[in-house]
């Protein structure tokens, strides 16, 4: 069973930034995509970004031009750079491992709290 450990999360004010790390432990990285999923009160777990290990990316069109998805193969971990944070990107952010671009969750982080409030 793979591990994802988040970090990042935080209250930020509007049009502020935060960055998201997410590790996977072992292989479960390899050859699959990581990424994050986003799940607000109310509301399904929806995709975000997903990378790929050959840096194919998916994004949301909602965080499309404010949001960047990077990863590190060597290190086995995935980072969510967001920028030009709104109240409704408020959410609980899950790290994932799936199989492809995408979905197709494999494996689930504890997820990490973002609140974007003034």
């Known amino acids: 069973q793979a591990q994802l450990v988040e970090s990042g999360g935080g209250l930020v004010q509007p049009g502020g930034s935060l960055r998201l790390s997410c590790v996977a432990s072992g292989s479960s990285a390899s050859g699959n995509a990581m990424g994050w999923y986003r799940q607000a009160p109310g509301n399904q777990r929806e995709l975000v970004a997903l990378i790929n290990s050959g840096a194919w990316t998916n994004y949301a069109d909602s965080v499309k031009g404010r949001f960047t998805i990077s990863r590190d193969n060597t290190k086995n971990t995935v980072y969510l750079q967001m920028n030009s944070l709104k109240p409704e990107d408020t959410a609980v952010y899950y790290c994932?491992?799936?199989?492809?671009?995408?979905?197709?969750?494999?494996?689930w982080g504890p997820g990490t709290q973002v609140t974007v409030s003034s």
């Open positions: 994932a491992v799936t199989r492809s671009i995408l979905g197709g969750p494999l494996y």
